[in-house]
């Protein structure tokens, strides 16, 4: 069974660019979260999508968006990039809500210069 | 305050010992727990999850969670150089969406 796919692997961009990541859940999953990992403040939840729908959203500004679509695969968005969103993003996936019991990728490391 | 508190380490026990790490919560809503472990440069993965007080075994794994007293342990039997890693306390209020604690780092010497 394959697992948690992210693309792209690494990128780096420039302030005030924007950036696209991808993430595909393991088949039968429906649940799809997105962490950003940085040095200074740890694992931090970004939005979780089920169904299509955000069902829930961390405290990191309207800049950073996702969406889902009807084959689960998820897509996060960040906009006018800040030299401190350099981090790792990790998509991870569930079988359903509630659970907490996530599988990540392996993540997307962007770098903002 | 943080919303999940772990000592960063790191915690150093000698192969075959059992290594106790710790972390508390500070909202008492929670309703799940989760014990990650995170290799240096890899993703986290789920070795332990828990919801009701008490213990929980799964091999060489044991968590406790305390809720009265909002705190989360996770003991590690017999360690083995290759549980050496960074072990992240996780907990949620609902859905999927987990509060992580900043992670301990464990070395087990051989």
């Known amino acids: 069974k394959a697992g948690v796919t992210q693309t792209p692997r690494y990128l780096i961009k420039t302030r005030g660019q924007q950036v696209t990541l991808s993430c595909s859940p393991i088949?039968?999953?429906?649940?799809v979260s997105w962490y950003q990992q940085t040095p200074g403040q740890g694992l931090q939840f970004l939005f979780e999508?089920?169904?299509?729908?955000?069902?829930n959203k961390g405290n990191f500004p309207g800049r950073f968006s996702g969406r889902q679509f009807s084959n689960s695969r998820s897509e996060m968005n960040v906009s006018t990039l800040e030299l401190g969103d350099s981090a790792l993003y990790l998509c991870?996936?569930?079988?359903?809500?509630?659970?907490?019991?996530?599988?990540f990728g392996e993540g997307s490391r962007l770098t903002v210069l | 305050q943080k919303e999940v508190e772990q000592n960063s380490g790191p915690l150093s026990v000698p192969e075959g010992a059992i290594a106790s790490l710790n972390c508390t919560y500070s909202?008492?809503?929670?309703?799940?727990f989760f014990w990650y472990r995170q290799y240096s440069g890899k993703s986290p993965e789920l070795i332990m999850s828990?919801?009701?007080?008490g213990d929980k075994e799964d091999g060489r794994f044991t968590a406790q969670l305390n809720k009265a007293s909002q705190y989360v342990s996770l003991l590690i039997r017999d360690s083995q150089p290759s549980d050496s890693a960074t072990y992240l306390c996780?907990?949620?209020?609902?859905?999927?969406?987990?509060?992580f604690g900043g992670g301990t780092r464990l070395m087990v010497k051989p």
């Open positions: 828990i919801y009701s007080n």
């Open positions: 999508y089920f169904s299509e729908t955000q069902r």
């Open positions: 909202d008492r809503v929670s309703q799940s």
């Open positions: 991870a996936s569930s079988f359903n809500r509630n659970t907490g019991e996530l599988f």
């Open positions: 996780a907990v949620s209020r609902a859905g999927n969406m987990l509060t």
């Open positions: 088949s039968g999953h429906r649940s």
